[in-house]
Every structure is written in C-alpha cells, then in structure tokens.
C-alpha cells in the first residue's frame, strides 16, 4: 500500500486520515468511488479504525425523567463535544444493559426475555433468539437476570452475551443456585452452566463490567473481590484486587478498563487512586495516579468513574459529566442536566467507542 493512487499522498497516510473520520462521515466517503468503497470495507483498514478508535472511548448516557417514562440518549466525547443518539431503529423501547468495543447489549423494556446486539453506528442489530430455557426469565429478585455483559473479541468479529442470576422457583426462595446462560454469535445458540454463588451486586456493580484477557469481570458489592467469568472454559473465579486499597468507611470502588487492561478506581473524600493490571496473568497491580478532589469537593458523595484512557477520565454525577485531563490536572464539565426531575446520569452511563464491527 506504498504508491500514490490518492494524488499527492501516500495510501497509508489516507487510511491513516480516513481511520479518524466519524463513522456516519466515513461511511459517506465509500460513495466517492469504486476504490475508496473497496479501502473502507477492507479487514486491513477495519483494524485500524478500531484501534484508533480505541484510544477514544466516550461517554454513552440515557438521560431519563423521574418516571422513567420518557428518556434520550447522548454521546459525550471528549474530542467532537456531545451529540443525540438513537435506538429508534430497533423498533421497541430498551433499555442499555451492556456496551462493549462498539456493541450495545439491550433489553426490551415492554418484552421481558427479549434481547438485542446493535451497533448503533452503522445501524445493524440482531435480535437475540429465546432460549428454551425458562431460567432466562425468573431470575431474582426483579425477574431480569443480575448480571448482563457483553465481550466483544475486535479481531474475530465474534460476539458474546452473558447473562447470570441467582434462580428462583416460582413460590420458593433463591436457593443460591447461579445461573449462567451465554450466547454464541458464531453457533447463533445458548448455553448453560450451573454454579453457586455468595456475592451480591449493586447497580454501579452490574453496569460496570469490563471485558479483557477474553474474560468479563465484575466487581463484588463488598468489594472484597473481583468476579471472573472465563468465556473460553465456562468457569467462574475470583481475582484479588490490589493490596493498598483500603476498604475502610467512605472508600468506594469502580471497576474500569484503561487501554485494554483491567483497572481499580478508589475514591475517598479527598481523593482518587487509580491501579491498572499490567501483569494479568499474576495479578500484579500498579498505582499510576492519584488525583486530588478538592476542587470539586461538593460533587464527591456523588461521583462515578465511567471511563478512562491514560490521558483522561470521564465521571458522571446526578446532573454532571465530568472530565478530568490526567496530564494537566484539569477538570472540565462537558454537559450538565438542566431539569430537576431527571434520574441521576451516573445510573444508566455506559462507556462506548465508534467501531466498525457486524452483528451478523
């Protein structure tokens, strides 16, 4: 890809501009021409969108009243500001339950059991066959399962949906048996496996999972641990989280990635301490930053991290999206609620990036 069909510029230089483009621009851009419609469908060029795309993951938010009977999406992005977003091309009401490399997981909202995979970029969605088990739907304590995720492997273009519980039998109490259903993009099936479990999960918890090392995790409602569910071998397990951390009243705890690996955020009333995994294999965690909240002491007791790279973090709060540059300890207010009666922000914010990746 070295001679210069495109003018006065390098093939790789162009694929270099073209895989910084918005996907709704690039998209556009295949029209130019035969050549240019051939580029932007090559898997070559797939892979370098989606690894730029990667250094900037955004902020995807359902902004929703009191009710919850009316709500929006948006995109907070730390480059282009905040745009509209749009799940009308599904044809039901959802709700956001998983975000991962570009893939939205969704349950409809009216239909309980019913479940979608999109890609709200190119508009391309699969809706998820039912399982024959019944499981699915009688999870406890709220009939939708406890934990939904969602691993999205970039470089097979294959996809997973997870979704686990605690069973319960109609007019029994749950019996600590969990349930873990996962279905296959390339079988187009589920599968099942039984295991037990004694971790609870609050909501932070249940929407913060993160997908690395081919494995989704979540983090525990006490914190003592970090939950692993291996995709390849169907296994449960538990991973420690790092020495310094202090589980002492008032510390509260995310579970976030950073650049493809696994990372502890620790937030206390004066300050947050980031770890990163760099060594998954043993478990070895680093501190790599410890940032100062003073200067936003007020919005403490309610701030969430959502997403992260080495050079930012977002955080939401009741009516904020907050932004805060790791290299010139910055914070910035990238958008802000201004009716009094919506749900907090924090509550339905999912991290998201731009990628070009089927459903199909």
């Known amino acids: 890809m070295n001679s ?5 510029f390098p093939d790789e230089v162009v694929l270099q501009i073209l895989s910084r483009l918005p996907i709704k621009s690039l998209f556009r851009s295949r029209i130019v021409c035969k050549l240019w419609y051939r580029l932007v469908s090559d898997k070559y060029f797939i892979h370098l969108y989606n690894e730029a795309s990667a250094k900037n993951p ?5 902004v929703s009243d009191s009710l919850g009977s009316r709500s929006n999406l948006i995109v907070v992005d730390n480059q282009r500001g905040v745009s509209e977003f749009s799940l009308g091309f599904l044809k039901d009401r959802v709700k956001v339950r998983a ?20 890609n709200p970029m190119t508009r391309e969605f699969k809706l998820l066959p039912k399982s024959r088990e019944r ?45 873990c259903m996962v279905y296959d993009s390339e079988s187009n099936k589920w599968r099942k496996f039984v295991s037990f479990q004694d971790d609870q999960f609050t909501h932070m918890n249940k929407n913060q999972v993160v997908y690395v090392n081919g494995a989704l995790h979540w983090l525990t409602g ?48 004066a300050w947050m301490r980031i770890w990163v995994l760099r060594e998954y294999e043993r478990e070895e965690w680093h501190l790599v930053d410890t940032v100062s ?6 919005l403490v007791p309610g701030i969430f991290p959502i997403c992260q790279t080495g050079e930012y973090i977002f955080l939401a709060t009741h009516k904020q999206i907050l932004v805060f540059y790791r290299k010139t300890r910055v914070w910035k207010e990238m958008y802000s609620v201004k009716n009094s009666s919506t749900l907090p922000l924090w509550y339905s914010a999912h991290a998201f990036r731009s990628t070009i990746f089927s459903c199909h």
């Open 135 to 179: 499981h699915v739907t009688r999870f406890y304590p709220d009939g939708e399962a406890t934990l939904v995720g969602l691993a999205c492997n970039l470089s097979t273009q294959k996809f997973n949906v997870v979704l686990a519980g605690y069973h319960r039998t109609f007019g029994h109490r749950p019996d600590g048996t969990f349930i």
């Open 58 to 62: 955004v902020l995807l938010v359902e």
């Open 4 to 8: 210069p069909r495109f003018g006065f």
């Open 293 to 298: 909240l003073r200067c936003i002491k007020g």
């Open 222 to 269: 006490s914190c003592s641990c970090i939950l692993v569910l291996d995709l390849d071998y169907d296994i449960w397990r538990k991973m420690s989280l790092p020495e310094q951390v202090s589980c002492r009243s008032g510390n509260r705890f995310y579970l976030l990635e950073s650049d493809g690996c696994l990372s502890v955020v620790q937030i206390s009333d």
């Open 99 to 118: 975000s991962c490399n570009g893939l939205l997981c969704c349950s409809s909202i009216p239909d309980k059991g019913v479940y979608y995979v999109c």
